[in-house]
């Protein structure tokens, strides 16, 4: 079956540009989480839904960051005004919730400017 | 001080050499993660754990509750294991992923 998608695979912005990052989770999965890895750094959590609500949003590193889910489905993360230190893969990873494994996408590359 | 540490941060081992990986943790969990990312940056789940010992292939990862350490076994290592190995635990209560650094392993030919 489809794994987890992520759109664009890329992405080059010129600072202070907003972006929309999105993710498809495998049908049927209702938690999802977006990740963050800066180059050269590890993996950091931003965010992750139950259905679609946000119980944990702790690792949005700034204001300028938000996420929403829809259907239970598709995940958009955004970052307005973008800044050169929001450069890294940003990664999405669906479950069927708790404890359990995750599916992680492909990740976008983005690249400020 | 991290939550989770890895160890070693990097390892280069020959072609057929059995491999470790460690992960400590100093948090409570409901599970620890152990994946695998590739040099083009896909990370796959190699196992999920809270107790005892899972073998999947050559890949075996072991978890010990009260010591708060986890270990990941390649045994007769072969250059497509090369990989960067991160191991991420789930804080009881919560449902993300704390990640360790991540140990990247070499298998020379």
């Known amino acids: 079956g489809a794994g987890v998608s992520q759109s664009p695979s890329n992405k080059v912005t010129e600072k202070g540009k907003d972006v929309e990052l999105r993710c498809d989770p495998i049908s049927g999965h209702t938690a999802l989480y977006w990740y963050r890895q800066r180059l050269g750094q590890g993996l950091e959590f931003l965010i992750y839904f139950q259905g679609n609500s946000a119980p944990d949003k702790s690792g949005l590193p700034s204001d300028r960051f938000s996420a929403e889910r829809t259907g239970e489905s598709v995940s958009t993360l955004t970052i307005q005004r973008t800044q050169q230190e929001d450069s890294a893969v940003y990664l999405c990873?669906?479950?069927?919730?708790?404890?359990?494994?995750?599916?992680f996408g492909p990740g976008t590359r983005l690249t400020v400017t | 001080k991290n939550e989770v540490e890895q160890s070693p941060q990097n390892l280069t081992a020959q072609e057929g050499e059995f491999i470790t990986i460690n992960c400590s943790y100093s948090v409570g969990i409901s599970a620890l993660h152990w994946l695998q990312q590739h040099p083009g940056g896909g990370i796959v789940s190699l196992f999920m754990l809270s107790s005892g010992k899972k073998k999947h292939g050559r890949l075996i990862a072991t978890i010990n509750i009260q010591e708060k350490h986890s270990s990941l076994h390649i045994t007769a290592s072969h250059p497509r294991d090369s990989a960067v190995y991160i191991c991420?635990?789930?804080?009881?209560?919560?449902?993300?992923?704390?990640f360790g650094k991540g140990t990247k392993l070499t298998v020379n030919p």
């Open positions: 991420a635990v789930i804080r009881g209560g919560s449902e993300k992923l704390v």
């Open positions: 990873a669906s479950s069927l919730g708790g404890p359990v494994q995750q599916y």
